[in-house]
């Protein structure tokens, strides 16, 4: 059974440890040691040096009856900024930083839910399949922890990642593929007032080429964005350089390569245009997924809800989680909704309820 006292009391201390990314250590630590004294094995692999963090990806790992299918949970250790030195306090329910920070509910909403179940299934003595617990470093730094995972450590067939926003119900079965694009405009300098005509201004090249290419929602289940430009040197010079950073992401692959290549074409031919050259860079960030209702990892969890008398909500995101990863790996991973509100702002918060719902999903879905 779910203690909603001690889950509330794990949530307070766990929020209280600073995770910034690249700094997880401390709560990598406390982790360890809650779960080994529950009947876990602890590993830590080798991410943390790969990416420059302070410690690598924490698996845990529980027997459990070996006749059944081997599934795992999955959250991530760290926080957006500001979340140093987090105040969580409560009031009519619901949980909220004290001060200027993020409550830091995504994703430690998720880790107290996961504790809470290892605990319940440790009293009970359920039965249960062998569980790894997976607690990333580096997602909120694009997936960088998950990525660099040992890949060699997890068991579990399919999984679980408890951290997405909104309500216990809601089930991620739909995520986009992204692909990031950078381009780097070269000119020619000239004075802009006694040679202009001798100059090659790569910021006109590099602002045709947003100007012309498709951006902003393209369909249903595809978006495409232009996010940062910079360039030049001072008013009186035509700019050399230009350089513009963007994305596109679509829940079909092909869709994702047709509007990125609309994207590199635009970006091409404005170069072309003002007699500019330009190197375009395209970087697969993270592969999409798309499950029906009726895969066994949907249904594992959908039936769970059922259980409890919540009415599964079968939803797509246009974000991307460590379940992108799990999912490039051939490791069906489904996404579900822990509860929290407004997450990466100072207005963060969850309530009390959802989050022992959250840790009443993970038993369940674990003792089924
Ligand atoms: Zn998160």
């Not at 840790?359 to 674990?366: G, K, M, N, S, Y």
Request: some cysteine.
């Amino acid at each position: 059974m779910i203690d909603q006292k001690r889950l509330i009391a794990n949530f307070f201390e766990i929020v209280g440890i600073d995770s910034l990314t690249f700094n997880e250590e401390a709560l990598v630590d406390h982790l360890s040691k809650k779960l080994r004294g529950l009947g876990f094995s602890i590993k830590i692999d080798g991410a943390g040096k790969e990416i420059g963090g302070n410690t690598g990806n924490l698996i845990a790992h529980l027997p459990g009856d070996s006749s059944k299918p081997a599934i795992f949970f999955n959250c991530h250790l760290d926080t957006v900024e500001p979340g140093i030195g987090i105040e969580p306090v409560v009031a009519d329910g619901i949980i909220k930083s004290k001060n200027e920070t993020i409550l830091g509910a995504d994703d430690k909403a998720g880790i107290a839910a996961l504790l809470e179940m290892a605990h319940a299934i440790v009293e009970e003595k359920a039965s249960v399949g062998p569980i790894d617990i997976i607690f990333t470093v580096a997602e909120e730094k694009g997936l960088l922890g998950a990525k660099h995972l040992d890949w060699s450590l997890v068991t579990g067939e399919y999984g679980f990642v408890l951290d997405a926003a909104g309500m216990v119900g809601e089930i991620t079965t739909i995520a986009p593929w992204q692909n990031s694009i950078t381009a780097v405009f070269y000119g020619k300098a000239a004075h802009a007032g006694i040679s202009p005509e001798s100059g090659i201004s790569a910021i006109q090249a590099a602002a045709r080429a947003v100007e012309t290419m498709p951006l902003g929602r393209r369909d249903r289940e595809t978006t495409a964005n232009i996010g940062e430009i910079k360039g030049g040197r001072a008013p009186n010079i035509v700019p050399e350089n230009a350089e513009i950073k963007g994305e596109a992401r679509s829940a079909k692959v092909s869709k994702l390569n047709r509007q990125t290549d609309r994207m590199v074409q635009a970006i091409k031919r404005s170069a072309k245009a003002y007699g500019a050259t330009v190197d375009v860079q395209v970087t697969r960030e993270y592969d999409g997924f798309s499950f029906s209702s009726k895969h066994k990892v949907v249904t594992r969890a959908g039936l769970a809800l059922k259980a409890m008398g919540i009415e599964p909500i079968y939803a797509a995101t246009g974000g991307g989680s460590d379940t992108n990863v799990f999912n490039a790996q051939n490791i069906p991973t489904i996404n579900l909704g822990v509860g929290y509100l407004d997450p990466h702002t100072t207005n963060e918060s969850i309530s009390v309820d959802q989050l022992g719902l959250a840790a009443e999903l993970a038993l369940t879905i674990a003792k089924q």
